[in-house]
Structures are given as C-alpha cells and as structure tokens.
C-alpha cells in the first residue's frame, strides 16, 4: 500500500496510504481530501480532481492523455505539472508521490 503526500489548498499536508490498482483521485478522496470532487467520476471530463504533481514526480507517471490534456486546457490554474488525478492510477512504484490540491475553478 503506497503511502501519497498530499497538500490541501490550505496548506496542509496529509499522508494517505493508497490502494494500488485504483485512481489517485479515489485514494485521495478515500483518505479525508474533500477539496477532490471528481464530479465526473473519473472520465477525464470535469477538472475537479485537478493536481499539481512534484517536480521530481511529474516524469515519473505516465504520459498525459488526449481527453485529460484538453480538459486541463480550460483551467485558470494549469501549470506545467498540472495533471487529473482521476488518470494516475496507483501503483507501488508511487510510493512516496506528492501532490497538491490545484485551486478550484
């Protein structure tokens, strides 16, 4: 079970054990991070589950997609490590990954 770092808006950081296999979007929201709607569930169609991955951990996940690459498009807050958290699925190999909250839309 991978351990993720995750920054609310606010400030906070919070460890969340992950199950591999599933979205980050539904680990994060499984371990208390209300800031992530995910209003879509997970279709890559809304940009509520909007993240900012570090630096060191950007290259790292795999390559962004046509749909999430369009959505992130339409966002005021889209920096370069902008990425869907509904589309990084879990996996051991992301033990220690951090994320932070991107501001609401």
Request: include cysteine; charge should be negative; hydrophobic fraction near 30%.
């Amino acid at each position: 079970m991978p351990t993720v770092w995750a920054t609310t808006r606010g400030g906070e950081t919070r460890e969340v054990h992950a199950k591999s296999g599933q979205s980050l979007k539904d680990n994060l929201k499984r371990g208390g991070m209300d800031e992530i709607l995910g209003l879509c569930g997970g279709c890559a169609s809304c940009g509520t589950c909007h993240v900012y991955v570090a630096d060191d951990w950007f290259h790292r996940l795999p390559p962004i997609q046509s749909d999430e690459e369009t959505i992130l498009a339409f966002s005021d807050w889209r920096e370069p490590n902008s990425r869907l958290s509904c589309q990084i699925k879990v996996t051991d190999e992301l033990e220690g990954l951090c994320v932070t909250v991107a501001p609401e839309d």
